[in-house]
């Protein structure tokens, strides 16, 4: 069985939950407010930017040559191409994206980010990539599955924009790639290393409904 195989079966109880969220499940009706979307929308670009670090950290301890790559590409991908669409939307909003960072990270969100910071920093690139995998792979998790749910009430959604950026061929390759890789650094190790992995999956795919109730509750 392939790592990524195990760590889904193991956490598939958080992520059959993301799904029944009420913060997706309105995105998907077309009825969440606008105010929480855009709360949120700050909030990731807030996010993105230290997710971002953590590839950042994984290309400094990687020693060959495709893995640094690998991170690299990754860390393009994140500035570049992902923050694309939050940037339509915020632009929407009427936020000048240059003056995003004057926002506040909200406490569940820094949370979030430090425990994957504390990872890349005191872990080896086989923990750093397993931290920051439920991020990458659960966002295409989400997107496919509500346009298989919401796929005839996209047309006039607010949000639909977002749900096909999430469920499109070029995420789902960015998805597959971070899948991959994992399984390829992961391959040869032992049961103690992949009990480790799988613990620290689940508690970064905790972190994920943390942030989905961040953005649905207003917390600070």
């Known amino acids: ?3 990524s195989d195990y760590l889904f079966n193991e956490s598939k109880d ?11 499940l309105e995105m998907g009706e077309g009825t969440l407010e606008k105010e929480k979307f855009r ?22 301890k990687s020693d060959k040559m495709e893995d640094i790559k690998f991170f690299k590409e990754s860390l393009v991908g994140i500035l570049e191409d992902e923050s694309a669409t939050h940037i339509d939307y915020l632009k929407d909003f009427g936020e000048k994206i240059d003056e995003l960072e004057k926002y506040h990270i909200n406490f569940a969100n820094e949370t979030y980010t430090s ?31 509500m346009k298989e749910i919401y796929k ?26 971070n899948i991959e890789f994992a399984n390829k ?10 009990e480790k992995l799988k613990n620290i999956f689940r508690k970064a795919s905790i972190h994920e409904m943390r942030f989905w109730d961040m953005a649905y509750e207003e917390v600070i």
């Open 39 to 60: 709360r949120y929308l700050i909030q990731d670009f807030l996010y993105l930017k230290e997710y971002a670090k953590v590839y950042a950290m994984g290309l400094i």
């Open 185 to 194: 650094i992961c391959q040869d190790i032992d049961e103690s290393k992949k």
């Open 1 to 3: 069985m392939l790592l």
């Open 152 to 177: 005839d009430k996209l047309k006039d959604n607010f949000y639909g924009k977002w749900i096909e950026s999430y469920s499109s061929e070029e995420y789902a390759a960015c998805a597959k790639k």
């Open 115 to 145: 425990y994957m910071k504390s990872i890349a920093l005191t872990g080896d690139i086989q923990e750093l990539i397993i931290t920051v995998l439920p991020c990458a792979w659960s966002y295409y998790y989400i997107g496919e599955k």
């Open 14 to 24: 958080i992520w059959e939950a993301y799904l029944k969220h009420p913060f997706l």
